[in-house]
């Protein structure tokens, strides 16, 4: 039995190694389509249902399920899915704000994801294991680096699920002015993992010997020249404030004036990214901008009606149809009185309205409706573009508290190896903190813990740091 055993655990390990390549690399291809939503089943989530029935069946031979029921990261994870249980059986029978089989395919959704944490905690036994699953990561990083050129600049094949025709599998060409996704199927994902990964290489970068150091300064410096072309303001800010922090948590202060230089350099050479941050400021914040006047009684009338929405034109093309986006700085179509003329500062203005008055507005609101259990998975569409509305608004405050609860325990394990006297291991713990840091700046402004690739990434790899907390101990 011992001896099956082991040979089980290597299995489950190289598994989980796969799907460290797979669910990154894989583009967003639908298996099966449901009913009511675009949101599609994919292959990766059969992949990560054979990973989890093993796990548990691995679990059961090898007597550590009492084991885990009593870890107590394990404890608050179980409370944080049974509130998401409770929220769901409310919102059908009781204030029946959802329809049943989104909602728990939704509730399934997030299962999936963070049942990752604990089985690649519980599947990686050796630092060897450990070291070879953050080579593939950092083999994968390069990987979806270079397909992202190859989208800008030699019009490889886009993938996205932007729209509910896009989500069909559909092959696109990135259009002048559009923004890279690479295998992500959305430039948001791409940069939340370029955000997540430049944080990681950043710690590494002070474990490894000179030849390698220079691999990572030319991944860490590919990486975010990807992470501009994405032009996500937020992501290039969440990135920088992750490595300021690894930074810290790693007491290599003395660079911190190296990275506020390139930040400060980076802003100020011209790109869409810089273009973005100013019409942040002047179009957001400060009200400026030329504005579209309607030239009728009629328009002015309307415009007053209108709710924005996101642009008609779109920044991809099929082989059969070509739709361009206007470069930045032209001057914009299909706007209404009062919006921006200029198409950088429309999209910043439209995306912040959207936000602003349309889906952060229905999160609250469903929150009011039912502050303790929320309305339940899906009940608040899509997207709320911010996880703690969103969490409020389906699983209420219980259920918030609940997750706050899985963050924290995570973070105090990850803490503890701050002291570990394996170099690699104690980095590696400063950017699994800042990691989680930026990643949750991140969830302000874009829905990262229902993102499939990212969310399953980011339980990954803080299971990867987990598993690392386990082989300290052990080796003690």
Same mark, same amino acid.
């Not at 204030?95 to 728990?104: D, E, F, G, M, R």
């Not at 896009?166 to 092959?171: D, R, Y």
């Not at 439209?350 to 929320?374: D, T, V, Y």
């Given at each position: 039995?011992?001896?099956?055993?082991?040979?089980?655990?290597?299995?489950?390990?190289?598994?989980? &190694? +796969?799907?460290?390549?797979?669910?990154?690399?894989?583009?967003?291809?639908?298996?099966?389509?449901?009913?009511?939503?675009?949101?599609?089943?994919?292959?990766?989530?059969?992949?990560?249902?054979?990973?989890?029935?093993? $796990?548990?069946?691995?679990?059961?031979?090898?007597?550590?399920?009492?084991?885990?029921?009593?870890?107590?990261?394990?404890?608050?994870?179980?409370?944080?899915?049974?509130?998401?249980?409770?929220?769901?059986?409310?919102?059908?029978? &009781?204030?029946?704000?959802?329809?049943?089989?989104?909602?728990?395919?939704?509730?399934?959704?997030?299962?999936?994801?963070?049942?990752?944490?604990?089985?690649?905690?519980?599947?990686?036994?050796?630092?060897?294991?450990?070291?070879?699953?953050?080579?593939?990561?950092?083999?994968?990083?390069?990987?979806?680096?270079?397909?992202?050129?190859?989208?800008?600049?030699?019009?490889?094949?886009?993938?996205?699920?932007?729209?509910?025709?896009?989500?069909?599998?559909?092959?696109?060409?990135?259009?002048?002015?559009?923004?890279?996704?690479?295998?992500?199927?959305?430039?948001?994902?791409?940069?939340?993992?370029?955000?997540?990964?430049?944080?990681?290489?950043?710690?590494?970068?002070?474990?490894?010997?000179?030849?390698?150091?220079?691999?990572?300064?030319?991944?860490?410096?590919?990486?975010?020249?990807?992470?501009?072309?994405?032009?996500?303001?937020?992501?290039?800010?969440?990135?920088?404030?992750?490595?300021? +922090?690894?930074?810290?948590?790693?007491?290599?202060?003395?660079?911190?004036?190296?990275?506020?230089?390139?930040?400060?350099?980076?802003?100020?050479?011209?790109?869409?990214?810089?273009?973005?941050?100013?019409?942040?400021?002047?179009?957001?914040?400060?009200?400026?901008?030329?504005?579209?006047?309607?030239?009728?009684?009629?328009?002015?009338?309307?415009?007053?009606?209108?709710?924005?929405?996101?642009?008609?034109?779109?920044?991809?093309?099929?082989?059969?149809?070509?739709?361009?986006?206007?470069?930045?700085?032209?001057?914009?179509?299909?706007?209404?009185?009062?919006?921006?003329?200029?198409?950088?500062?429309?999209?910043?203005?439209?995306?912040?309205?959207?936000?602003?008055?349309?889906? $952060?507005?229905?999160?609250?609101?469903?929150?009011?409706?039912?502050?303790?259990?929320?309305?339940?998975?899906?009940?608040?569409?899509?997207?709320?573009?911010?996880?703690?509305?969103?969490?409020?608004?389906?699983?209420?405050?219980?259920?918030?508290?609940?997750?706050?609860?899985? +963050?924290?325990?995570?973070?105090?394990?990850?803490?503890?190896?701050?002291?570990?006297?394996?170099?690699?291991?104690?980095?590696?713990?400063?950017?699994?903190?800042?990691?989680?840091?930026?990643?949750?700046?991140?969830?302000?402004?874009?829905?990262?813990?229902?993102?499939?690739?990212?969310?399953?990434?980011?339980?990954?790899?803080?299971?990867?740091?987990?598993?690392?907390?386990?082989?300290?101990?052990?080796?003690?």
């Amino acid at each position: 039995m011992f001896s099956f055993l082991f040979y089980y655990q290597k299995a489950l390990f190289f598994l989980t &190694l +796969f799907l460290f390549a797979f669910i990154p690399l894989y583009p967003k291809f639908p298996l099966t389509n449901v009913v009511g939503t675009f949101v599609a089943i994919r292959v990766e989530d059969l992949l990560i249902a054979l990973l989890a029935g093993g $796990w548990g069946i691995y679990l059961a031979l090898s007597n550590q399920l009492k084991v885990f029921v009593n870890d107590r990261l394990n404890q608050v994870l179980l409370l944080f899915f049974f509130i998401g249980l409770v929220s769901l059986i409310s919102a059908i029978f &009781l204030t029946q704000t959802v329809s049943p089989h989104l909602a728990i395919l939704h509730f399934l959704r997030r299962v999936e994801y963070m049942i990752l944490l604990p089985i690649v905690a519980t599947v990686i036994k050796t630092k060897r294991e450990f070291i070879l699953s953050l080579i593939v990561l950092f083999c994968v990083v390069l990987a979806v680096d270079i397909y992202a050129l190859g989208q800008q600049y030699l019009d490889w094949s886009v993938i996205s699920t932007s729209n509910s025709e896009f989500a069909k599998g559909l092959s696109l060409r990135l259009t002048p002015g559009a923004r890279v996704n690479s295998t992500f199927a959305g430039h948001y994902d791409l940069a939340t993992f370029l955000a997540m990964t430049l944080v990681i290489l950043t710690t590494v970068f002070f474990t490894v010997k000179k030849w390698y150091k220079l691999a990572l300064i030319f991944l860490g410096g590919l990486s975010l020249f990807v992470l501009i072309m994405t032009a996500a303001r937020l992501s290039f800010v969440a990135a920088f404030v992750g490595i300021i +922090f690894a930074l810290i948590f790693s007491k290599k202060k003395k660079y911190l004036l190296l990275i506020f230089i390139a930040g400060a350099l980076i802003l100020i050479y011209p790109s869409q990214l810089r273009d973005r941050f100013i019409s942040t400021v002047t179009i957001n914040l400060l009200n400026m901008g030329q504005r579209y006047e309607g030239k009728t009684e009629d328009q002015q009338v309307r415009s007053r009606l209108n709710i924005p929405t996101l642009a008609i034109k779109t920044s991809s093309r099929s082989a059969d149809t070509s739709i361009f986006v206007s470069p930045s700085g032209g001057e914009a179509s299909d706007i209404t009185p009062g919006e921006p003329i200029d198409t950088t500062q429309l999209g910043v203005y439209r995306s912040f309205q959207i936000r602003l008055n349309i889906e $952060w507005p229905r999160a609250i609101r469903a929150f009011i409706k039912n502050p303790f259990l929320g309305t339940g998975y899906s009940s608040i569409d899509i997207a709320t573009d911010n996880d703690i509305l969103r969490s409020l608004g389906e699983v209420g405050i219980l259920g918030t508290y609940a997750l706050v609860l899985v +963050f924290v325990e995570v973070a105090k394990r990850v803490k503890y190896c701050f002291g570990d006297e394996s170099k690699l291991i104690k980095y590696f713990s400063a950017a699994s903190l800042a990691m989680i840091i930026a990643f949750l700046l991140n969830g302000l402004f874009i829905d990262v813990l229902e993102a499939s690739k990212v969310a399953t990434l980011f339980w990954m790899i803080l299971g990867l740091n987990l598993a690392v907390l386990k082989i300290a101990k052990e080796a003690r």
